[in-house]
């Protein structure tokens, strides 16, 4: 006999799908510094770092469908929000332990992400050695575009940009990427059992910087589409 859930539980988030239907959103892991501008740029060094990272919850995704634009609201308790576009990953398969052969049997899809990021609450976290939660956790913390199938591509290289209110901000070219997406996804499983369902941000090029109220932005990929945004003030 199964048991009733004492409060109903809230919808599943998911993303819409390039050609119809949604993909449903498990986890959300997001790697640091992965390309090499951007390490230097944060003050890091990528010679000599190892991969880390931090994750969301999956209900931070701000879907937005093709050909429209996405409303994100200003987060509360900041007063330096900042931009990080970056090529999504979405998952159809998983597993622990993976190769970066088996990693790559697990793509599913690409998308175009934002890890919009609390700037100033993120560098008080890192002042006083704590977790980053409060600066890259809040609602709408993850826009994304629609899930392009991958149709077995593994993307290596091609041009990755995001523009504010007309002008270019960040530019990069996945190929810039420190690791390889393979490799992102054989990472991650050495710590989690990774399922269908999961996406992994991959990293953003340098030129990160804040976001004001009105501002327009748009993020491409290469080969994957377009992201389409603009700030509102908070709700």
């Not at 919808?11 to 992965?34: D, E, M, Q, T």
């Not at 890091?44 to 937005?64: H, I, N, Y």
């Not at 826009?143 to 995001?162: F, K, T, W």
């Amino acid at each position: 006999m199964s048991e009733a859930y004492v409060i109903e539980p809230g919808p599943r988030p998911a993303i819409p799908v390039a050609g119809g239907g949604l993909f449903p959103v498990r986890r959300i892991y997001c790697i640091a510094r992965n390309y090499a501008a951007h390490a230097r740029e944060m003050g890091g060094d990528p010679s000599r770092e190892a991969p880390f990272f931090f994750t969301k919850p999956a209900d931070a995704v701000l879907p937005v469908s093709a050909g429209n634009c996405g409303e994100f609201p200003y987060p509360p308790a900041s007063k330096d929000v900042h931009h990080e576009i970056e090529l999504v990953v979405a998952l159809g398969a998983g597993g622990s332990n993976l190769t970066p052969e088996a990693a790559r049997a697990c793509i599913w899809g690409y998308a175009v992400g934002l890890d919009m990021t609390r700037r100033d609450l993120q560098a008080e976290a890192k002042a006083h050695g704590r977790p980053w939660d409060s600066g890259k956790v809040f609602d709408c913390a993850a826009p994304i575009s629609q899930i392009v199938p991958a149709a077995g591509q593994v993307l290596e290289a091609g041009d990755i940009r995001l523009d504010i209110n007309g002008e270019t901000r960040q530019r990069g070219d996945l190929s810039d990427m420190i690791w390889t997406i393979p490799e992102i996804i054989a990472f991650f499983s050495r710590y989690y059992r990774l399922e269908a369902g999961d996406l992994i941000f991959t990293g953003t090029p340098e030129g990160v910087g804040p976001v004001v109220v009105g501002d327009r932005l748009r993020g491409v990929v290469a080969g994957v589409g377009e992201l389409a945004l603009q700030v509102v003030a908070p709700r």
